[in-house]
């Protein structure tokens, strides 16, 4: 069986593109057959992030039909990619006739997997929403700022009313400690069921690391460091607490 993760968060830059990168490592690493879909089209970064210099990316299938299975990249470390495409008008504006083709294409190419993890491109776009709802697990990742709340919020607001969401795990990235980020968790989580019914689950947290930084410089997983022992603990955490996180789907990747 395959379980599908969407990584997603209201806010840019508050770190969907480590955690999906450092999870999907972590679970390929762990023994897992897993594939991360970098849906943050346009804009994608996760490539980068595992040191990939490549052409071959979804802008293939999108305006060349190429078969999605033929795109995917086998990374040194046993996890399978498939990149976003950069710098390209079109892939940021796709209509959403070439979202569902996507989505609807990647079905068949997921089935081989046991996880496949989703890096979603910031907001509460149609296009981000779609990719949430797609996906059987949803990841909503916060930081201790009030932009990222707002935003964060925003978009657990249309994935539950237009999208009928309503299981979020939410991972709280750059604090100091654990406490810190289950405090900041049940604030988020307060301001929320003020207006929301919605189930909200802690699954976990990365701290705000220089072993983080270094490693998205040197575009390698963090695990690749021996150093981070925190770190691939607070991953290991992060995949113990997703497989208990109630699905939102039942039957793995949906078009809409
Ligand atoms: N745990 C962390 N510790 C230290 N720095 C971090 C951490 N997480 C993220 N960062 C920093 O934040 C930057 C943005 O992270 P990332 O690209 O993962 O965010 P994003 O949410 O995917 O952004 P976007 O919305 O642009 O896709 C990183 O390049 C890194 O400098
Ligand atoms: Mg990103």
């Not at 989505?103 to 949430?132: H, N």
């Not at 697990?137 to 978009?155: H, Q």
């Not at 795990?169 to 980020?181: D, F, I, L, P, R």
């Amino acid at each position: 069986m395959t379980t599908t993760i969407a990584v997603s968060g209201g806010k840019g830059g508050v770190g969907k593109t480590t955690i999906a990168v450092n999870l999907a490592s972590w679970l390929a690493r762990n023994g897992r057959q897993t594939l991360l879909v970098d849906a943050d089209f346009g804009m994608a970064n996760s490539h980068i992030l595992c040191g990939l210099k490549t052409e071959e990316t979804v802008e293939k299938f999108l305006k060349q039909s190429e078969p999605l299975e033929g795109l995917i990249h086998k990374l040194p470390w046993g996890l399978d990619l498939l990149a976003g495409g950069t710098s390209s008008v079109e892939l940021l504006n796709l209509k959403p006739e070439q979202r569902g083709n996507f989505i609807r294409s990647l079905k068949p190419v997921t089935k081989s997997y046991d996880y496949v993890v989703v890096d979603v491109a910031a907001g509460a776009s149609d296009s981000s929403l779609e990719f949430c709802a797609a996906c059987e697990k949803l990841l909503v990742v916060i930081m201790g700022e009030p932009t990222s709340f707002m935003d964060a919020y925003s978009l657990t607001k249309s994935a539950n009313l237009d999208f009928g969401l309503e299981h979020f795990g939410v991972v709280v990235n750059q604090t100091s400690s654990k406490k810190q980020a289950e405090a900041l968790f049940k604030k988020f989580q307060t301001i929320t069921q003020k207006f929301l019914t919605v189930d909200q689950r802690f699954i976990g947290y990365l701290p705000a690391s220089d072993l983080v930084r270094k490693s998205i410089v040197a575009r390698l997983p963090i695990m690749s460091s021996k150093k981070a022992t925190l770190e691939e603990s607070c991953f290991t955490s992060i995949a113990v607490e997703i497989d208990r996180l109630q699905s939102n789907k039942f039957d793995g990747l949906k078009v809409y």
